[in-house]
């Protein structure tokens, strides 16, 4: 049986406790032993085996290279970082002057920075903070101008994951007062219901579904005289209208269309790390920042990092991905299809904006079609890559797709054939 201390002590070993951590390298050493022990692995053998069996990295969660079609796609963590953000994030991993004013050297703004970038991009807006998601804004604004909330029933969302907007609010002490139908709400439905308990008018944008037929909904603008706090969950995060998304609501036309206050997740189509951003009149901000709920949703100094480096810095990858032309992803699907020779095939495809955003709208896309049997190889590779089944192949969509990470889309499905 090779000893514990000898398989630790094996250069390649010792580089990688210096990096995972002894406990980690020491947990594989002994899963190895155990191996030995059963008769599976020859005791020759062991260190390679430790070696071959070490992780990556110390954190269990891998890159995974999205070939969905699905852009923001919630369970393959939402939107990738631009570069700047990932750059931005590790400066500030450090010690950092998040809270500090360096020029006087008394306490600063927190966040100022990526504060003032959102005032920078969404005009319309007095004042801003950011919490640690959508859903934490919500529960924020809930909490500290509830009382009674007026929603429309239609309006009513489960999230996913069996999460539900109402429950969510009523968690708070909120009481929820819903107007209308499944189907229908009229102005005077709010009109009716608003009261000297009421607290805010809640209009929660249906991201994930849509209603059709015999509909009626009553937009922020018509809203805004109905004498109390309007405040708009968009959810998607769109800061300005974008020509590709013509139905999806933007943060900049909700406010100047009168929300007092509107609600997005940073995460989805601004295309930034997870937060939920509030912006709007600034004694509503104020209230919301001195809340003592605050404390416990606000974000972290590589968040703030992140934020603002997506909202100063290039185009974020979400946006370009929602940007490409169907002849760039036609282009890049020919070349993926060469190198990979074979069965590989261009087919024309749908993607889909995802992650609660413009539910049945579909981007024109270009995927490469693959056989149907590659899907788990493909998902169990290094680096995993996901795509979707369709008519009997799996499909790679490229939309989804960060075009530096094609080569690696090639190397993946070599490794699988
Ligand atoms: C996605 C979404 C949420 C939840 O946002 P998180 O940032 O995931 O908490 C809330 N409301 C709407 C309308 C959404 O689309």
Redesign the pocket.
Known sequence: MPRTDALLADPRVAAAADRLGRELVKAVVTAVQQRVRAGEVPPVDAADTVVAALPTSAASLHRVLNATGVLVH?NLGRAPWSAAAVEAVVAASGTTDVELDLATGRRGPRGEGAIQALLAAVPAAEAAIVVN??????ALVATCLGGELVVARGEL?E??DGFR?PDLLESTGARLREVGTTNRVALADYTAAVGPGTGAVLK?????FVVRGFTRSVEVAELAGVGVPVVA????GLLRPHPALPDEPDLQTTLAAGADLV??????LLGGP???LVLGRADLVQRLRRHPLYRALRVDKTTLAALEATLRGPVPPVRRMLEATVAELRTRAEAVVAALGGDAQVVDAGARVG???APEFELPSVAVSVPADLAEPLRRGTPPVVGYLAEGRTLLDLRSLDPADDEALVGAVRACR
């Open positions: 919630t998601n959508c859903a934490a804004a919500l969302v999230i996913g907007i929660i944008h249906p991201s994930n969950d968009v959810g998607s609600l997005c997740s940073g995460d989805k997870q937060a939920g992650g609660g955003g």
